[in-house]
């Protein structure tokens, strides 16, 4: 089986990269100022997000290790093994949906925010219309 290539980047740290492009500071600071967030946040969420993605990449890299030392040609597959292993695929399986679920939703969510533009620059608002009044007649 061969290895993944070191230098290819995660989803996490492309999502990472996002974040810290959207609000203009390295990741470890945004996470501290989320965690001393009264309410829940939008950062908040975002960060929270991106560690249950990291985690689940870990788990996947982790499973795959142990599935390769399961595997490996020198080692004799038995009963005991066989079940490891099919724990081991399993597990891959449900961190690679979780993985995936978390890449897509918060991926969704940054698509959706754009960075804000300085106060001096941002255009004044434009009014909006009043609804149209409409005359109610009465039945009675």
Known sequence: MPQPDATARTISEVIAQRIEALFGQPLAELEALADDAPDATLLAALTGSHSDLALAERNIAFQMER?????SPEREIGRFTAGHILD???RVAESVATRDAYA??????LGGLRR?????TQLPAVPVPAAPVTATSRTR
């Open 104 to 109: 897509t939703s918060v991926g969704a969510v």
């Open 88 to 90: 081991c695929a399993r």
């Open 67 to 71: 599935l390769r030392e399961l595997t």
């Open 116 to 120: 804000a533009s300085a106060p001096d």
